[in-house]
């Protein structure tokens, strides 16, 4: 008589809710208005503020570029707070069996770090590296806007990783801002050199002029006015 084999049947069981961390991506798309506002900002700052901007137009790209700033600060605090963190609890949900029926349940667990990244944010993440490096030693704009938004695709394929994101817009933001601000108030002070080519003197001669000039203004205001010379 042949022995009765036991029969299992492999049924699939879904999470209720998810159990990990929204990654980067998923929190831009539950805020898609807002942050497609955000990259407008980025897009007008470097289009106005692109080549040897001048004028109304670097002043505008100034201004663009602290609201952007401005605006990466702001949402990255917000990602941090409202970005959905790791379930507590797991909630599984499954065809129901017969009555008698076992039911065997197999878990299986990753290291907190690939559940967090996985090797394919890593691999895309050197691979940016590499392209900011070989567009910085050959000075190649191209080459480092490429391997700057793979870095950002990097960081937003990491679970929470969207305060990260904007964290990192703030330090690149700056980087492109800081510059620009600083070159616009030595544009506003003409070098020695321009005026002397103008005047048809020396640059020494204009040094001079420049402090008999200063001497005759604090004589005629006197020492109570607060004027005081300049080097």
């Not at 817009?169 to 980087?175: D, H």
């Not at 620009?180 to 040094?207: C, L, N, T, W, Y």
Request: with cysteine; net charge positive; glycine share 12%.
């Amino acid at each position: 008589m042949a022995k009765p084999t036991e029969s299992k049947r492999v049924i699939s069981a879904e999470l209720v809710r998810p159990a990990l961390a929204e990654s980067g991506w998923e929190w831009l798309a539950r805020h898609s208005r807002m942050v497609g506002g955000f990259f407008m900002l980025g897009i007008a700052a470097l289009t106005l503020g692109s080549g040897n901007a001048t004028g109304v137009r670097r002043v505008f790209a100034l201004l663009i570029g602290v609201a952007f700033i401005a605006t990466a600060a702001g949402l990255g605090l917000w990602a941090a707070t409202t970005s959905r963190g790791n379930a507590a609890v797991l909630e599984y949900a499954a065809p129901v069996v017969a009555a008698g029926s076992e039911v065997a349940v197999e878990l299986g667990n990753f290291p907190a770090w690939q559940a967090r990244t996985g090797w394919g944010m890593w691999l895309v993440f050197g691979l940016g590296v590499a392209i900011v490096l070989r567009g910085w030693l050959f000075s190649d704009r191209w080459w480092k806007a490429c391997g700057l938004a793979m870095l950002a695709a990097s960081f937003l394929s990491i679970r929470g990783g969207s305060g990260l994101f904007f964290g990192v817009a703030v330090l690149v933001g700056l980087a492109w801002w800081l510059p620009r601000i600083f070159q616009a108030f030595r544009d506003r002070r003409p070098p020695v050199a321009e005026a002397a080519a103008a005047m048809k003197r020396s640059a020494g001669a204009i040094h001079m002029l420049r402090a008999r000039a200063h001497d005759r203004l604090r004589e005629i205001l006197g020492p109570a006015s607060g004027f005081q010379t300049s080097s």
